[in-house]
């Protein structure tokens, strides 16, 4: 691994450990890994979980930011592992945990139930009114380049929940929908070929599910993606406030 | 009501303050030197003076609504994201909303007395 | 059941009152968030100072001209001192910022302020960031500081009087 290059030749990873099958199973355990150029967190796990220890547990799978498994908080921010270079970061010690505000199923894995439940919840999908024609027909629906804008940056969304673990309302709101759920709603309602409208504007008059954002727009800070839920979410409360 | 409803009117209200509040605060502070207004009579700005002129004491009575209002619905806000449920969630409205609507009769029983004394 | 509300306050605390690592916009809401309550509880207190004035809450009807200067008045000397200063004048900070960074929130909501859905290219910079909405943050912590100094300037000459 270590060819001598300059820079870190090798850096300490203080990773969270949690075992639900054991009783004193919360603490952090520290690794030293070698270091080569160009090396991402997620590989530096992956030299652990190879040479070191084979009980720490991860998700992860494409390891070029399209799979969206691999969010963890590193050095404190939800990152995805397979995005930050070692380098980047500038220290001797990574500090590797779960992500905030999902529960954890062991080690660095969280379950992501709660938030997936919160996305099918918006109708992550194009209603239309006329469903005979949707099925059935040979026509396309053709959208013009300031149509597609609309919502074109929003559809990026790889669904890999770092806005939902950087929201500080999320954190102790649990019925508050969330930054990429509420994107998601967004990015149908702004698509020209939905027909959702008013049926998609109505459940969010509630205290809860909408209004609860306070535009602290840590997600946008943290979404590898480019999203901006910030942007989407005061979009959809103008929606609401002038049209719903 | 609303939480749409209620979210806009928090907006409003705020709103109705920078105006109902800036002629709060040049009374005490920009059209007469402080000390000047922090004397109970006997000046045109001070204490007693402002209540007496019926248009800056409705100023303050409109100041009292807006603020109770927008400040008490901000701390249910505040804790209603604290904690839901469904008893937890009752409770706060129903205690935050009797305080706010004692705070505005108490302060208008204030401005009401005061705007008496002025005028004996 | 203490146990788990404290943990819930804790928890709820921590994410809202330290609003390092994510940029001005969690700096605002915390701020907001604080400036908020602490008026509010400083509105509260405003008012039943000047109803003790007139009375207090047992006296519903005009009390004698005198009895309420003379209640104003001892009010006055007991309020002067540098530590209740220094509190209006944080105060003073407080208010200003809350409003200008309010009006920024409520132009923000409605998506006034904000940049428009782009195609995002690498390096992404999120519209939400906009110029012209971080311009506004500035400005209410500017104002904020001005009427601070301003209060502290108005008070500490009335303390020499
Ligand atoms: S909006 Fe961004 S941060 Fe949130 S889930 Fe989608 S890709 Fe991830
Ligand atoms: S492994 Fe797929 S996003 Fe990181």
Redesign the interface.
Known sequence: MDRGEKGLQEVKFKVFRYDPDKKDGKGFQTYTVPVSKGMTVLQGLMYIKEKLDQTLSMRFSCRMATCGSCGMTINGLPRLACYTLIQELKTRTIVVEPLRNFPVIKDLATDFEEFFSKHRSVNPYLIRIDTHEQEKSNVSYTQSDEEVEKYLQFAYCIKCGLCYAACPVVATDKQFLGPQALAQLYRYLADSRDEGGEERLRPLSDGHSLLRCHFAASCSQVCPKGVDPALAIQLLRRELFLRG | M???T???LH?IT??G??VA?GIHLATV?LLSP??LS?E??NNPFA??SVYRNILLAGTLEVL?VL??FH??N??R??L?????GKTYTKAVNIIVSVVAVA?VV??T??IL??H??GQ? | MAGVGVSVVVNALKTWLIPLRYGVERWSYTLQRVSGVAITLYFVAHVVETGNVVGGAGVWSVPPYEFAEMVWNETKTFLANPLFDAGLALLAFMIFFHTVNGVRLVLAHFGIILGKPTRPEYPYRAASMSKAQRGVFWLSVLLAVAAMVYALDVFFKVLQL
Do not use: W
């Open positions: 609303k939480e749409k209620v979210m806009l907006y705020g709103l303050i920078i509040g502070f402080y000390h922090m109970f009579d204490v007693l009292l603020v109770a400040g008490f901000g701390l806000v505040v209603q994201e604290l904690y839901q705070l108490y302060g029983r204030t007395i005061a008496q004394l004996g």
